[in-house]
């Protein structure tokens, strides 16, 4: 299978970095550790993304946040906790690309619930 691209967003690049220094500050947790460790990890579902991204399901805002596209997600689970994030993005089958629109905490609200 030929695989696609993958872009991340402005928005999705702000999430990621605000991820980042929230664990690089909480040194009790592991700070620069636990961030590179995060940041790792999210490469690593990136890297099954590109190659699959029509196995994963609609995101919840699909069809009500940004009408006009199909938004998909992908739960990203990096720890042995019950939360995981949300990797929002959309597909261009004739681009061959992955845009990720954001990276989402699953415990913040969806994004047309002005959660943006």
């Known amino acids: 299978m030929m695989k696609y691209e993958l872009r ?7 999430c990621i970095d ?5 664990y690089e ?20 579902a990136f ?9 994963h399901g609609f995101a919840p805002e699909n069809g009500r946040w940004m009408p006009r596209i199909s938004i998909r997600q992908m739960r990203f ?11 929002l993005y959309v597909i ?9 629109l954001q990276v989402r905490h699953e415990k ?3 994004l047309d619930d002005g959660g943006r």
């Open 108 to 110: 913040r609200p969806l």
């Open 77 to 87: 689970k990096p720890w042995k906790t019950p939360s995981a994030w949300r990797v």
């Open 18 to 22: 605000d991820q980042l220094q929230w």
């Open 47 to 55: 890297n099954t993304l590109n190659q699959h991204p029509e196995r």
């Open 92 to 100: 261009d089958e004739k681009a061959r690309l992955v845009t990720v």
């Open 25 to 44: 500050a909480d040194e009790t947790h592991g700070g620069v550790e636990l961030a590179d460790q995060w940041m790792d990890l999210l490469e690593a």
């Open 8 to 14: 991340l967003s402005s928005e999705a690049e702000r």
